[in-house]
């Protein structure tokens, strides 16, 4: 049970809600929209108006009856929340094609978030630069993170050398993990979000093929239940 005077834990769900909001809003925002409803976001998102409200008054009182939100006031508390309002340097790791495609990625810099080094084993790689960001050799890791207070590691490494990175990882500043190789990664120290686009694609791929799945279940009902129509 909550105690007098403990903050209440925000479930995941909630926190993975927030970043629609925020675009959501943004998209107000250059619309000129200068307040809306948690109705009139219900039919944009497609929640419940009152799971709306439940979500944003896990961190504060921000709309007024009868008027709604602030669109401006309520995208940059959203802002805040998700710690958007300050940079974040960011270090990339694996210089591969996806390494390469993230790098190249413009909308890391236009939320804060500044990649400013890239690691990689392959000699043929070390020194050149990606987007402007230059490559090092993996053996400058530790030393370039605490040098450079870095908040997040971004992972592109094959599987079996996610092991070591993690280990180097560990003796450093960082704080946070971005985790796009294949491995699932739990640490204690670390906070890590593990990226599995494969599964992404899987469920994709249940997705587009649902209507062929409830087809075949009602087939095999049928089977069963032959007199029910």
């Known amino acids: 049970m909550e105690q007098p005077g403990e903050i209440k834990k925000v479930s995941m769900a909630v926190i993975k809600r ?25 039919k944009i998102l497609g929640f419940t108006a009152s799971q709306i409200r439940q979500d944003l008054n896990n961190f504060g009182e921000f709309g007024q009856q009868g008027y709604g939100y602030n669109v401006l006031q309520l ?14 340097k960011m270090v990339l790791i694996g210089a591969g094609n996806l390494g390469q495609a993230l790098a190249n990625y413009s909308e890391f810099r236009t939320h804060g978030f500044d990649i400013i ?35 997040i590691a971004i992972l592109t490494v094959p599987k079996d050398k996610t092991e070591k990175v993690i280990e180097v990882l560990s003796k ?53 239940f032959p007199d029910r129509r």
């Open 18 to 42: 927030l970043p629609k909001y925020y675009k959501c809003l943004g998209n107000l925002l250059k619309n000129n929209v200068e307040r809306v409803s948690s109705q009139e976001l219900s």
């Open 75 to 88: 995208y940059t508390e959203i802002s805040k929340i998700l710690g958007l309002n300050t940079i974040h």
């Open 117 to 151: 080094a890239i690691f990689d084993t392959n000699p043929n790689l070390i020194g050149r630069k990606i987007n402007n960001t230059p490559i090092y050799p993996v053996e400058d890791m530790e030393y370039f993170i605490n040098e450079n207070d870095v908040d």
């Open 172 to 224: 450093t500043c960082i704080r946070g993990i971005w985790n796009f190789t294949p491995a699932e990664i739990t640490t204690d120290d670390i906070i890590v979000e593990n990226v599995h686009l494969i599964d992404s694609l899987f469920t994709l791929s249940y997705r587009i093929n649902e209507d062929k799945l409830q087809e075949r279940l009602l087939k095999q009902k049928r089977k069963i």
